[in-house]
T-cell receptor, first 113, second 116 residues
Framework: GDSVTQMEGPVTLSEEAFLTINCTYTATGYPSLFWYVQYPGEGLQLLLKATKADDKGSNKGFEATYRKETTSFHLEKGSVQVSDSAVYFCALSRFYGNNRLAFGKGNQVVVIP | DTEVTQTPKHLVMGMTNKKSLKCEQHMGHRAMYWYKQKAKKPPELMFVYSYEKLSINESVPSRFSPECPNSSLLNLHLHALQPEDSALYLC???????????????FGAGTRLSVL
């Protein structure tokens, strides 16, 4: 079945550091890929998406590129701020059939001033 | 506007109480979802309504009863819950629940439920 794997453990980094969160997926066909962000005490917000191979999603300085050859959708930001502290979830949905989202386990990101 | 509104934000209930969670969207979306999220975990799908019909029930216990009165509203009726049901309950909506692909799910802020 469809699955999403995110790197283990929280990520702690200093303000203005470079952020990478790894995400790989297993799915047949051509799923759509998403990054959602959850700030403390809030629901999930769509951060960015990509619907086909080589698409680059971007928003608020975050970027992720849909790499079919490596089945990856890694999230990057060049210079993080304290306000980027949140939990980040990678997710996919299939093109056909019901719109079921498969989530990764999520990564807690803590940015220290 | 991509807003999904959930009420109440917080709810405390006893195991014998009956309460309801409410979700509303005015984006013209025809699919609506209920998720349960425990701390430090991803959301778990509970129910999906597509065109106001229940299309997915992920083997959720009958003490959770969903209802979709119209295309803009989704309710979750709660009865005789257990302490382990304490969680954040998230509602989401998408344009179309019968095709995947780029049908993005938009989430509400959630209802934080505590069962005593």
């Amino acid at each position: 079945g469809d699955s999403v794997t995110q790197m283990e453990g929280p990520v702690t980094l200093s303000e203005e550091a470079f952020l990478t969160i790894n995400c790989t997926y297993t799915a047949t066909g051509y799923p759509s890929l998403f990054w959602y962000v959850q700030y403390p005490g809030e629901g999930l917000q769509l951060l960015l998406k990509a619907t086909k191979a080589d698409d680059k999603g971007s928003n608020k300085g975050f970027e992720a590129t849909y790499r079919k050859e490596t089945t990856s959708f890694h999230l990057e930001k060049g210079s993080v701020q304290v306000s980027d502290s949140a939990v980040y979830f990678c997710a996919l949905s299939r093109f056909y059939g019901n719109n079921r989202l498969a989530f990764g386990k999520g990564n807690q990101v803590v940015v220290i001033p | 506007d991509t807003e999904v509104t959930q009420t109440p934000k917080h709810l405390v209930m006893g195991m014998t109480n009956k309460k309801s969670l409410k979700c509303e969207q005015h984006m013209g979306h025809r699919a609506m979802y209920w998720y349960k999220q425990k701390a430090k975990k991803p959301p778990e799908l509970m129910f999906v309504y597509s065109y106001e019909k229940l299309s997915i029930n992920e083997s959720v216990p009958s003490r959770f009863s969903p209802e979709c009165p119209n295309s803009s509203l989704l309710n979750l009726h709660l009865h005789a819950l257990q302490p382990e049901d304490s969680a954040l309950y998230l509602c989401a909506s998408s344009q179309d629940g019968q095709r995947g692909g780029s049908s993005i799910q938009y989430f509400g802020a959630g209802t934080r439920l505590s069962v005593l």
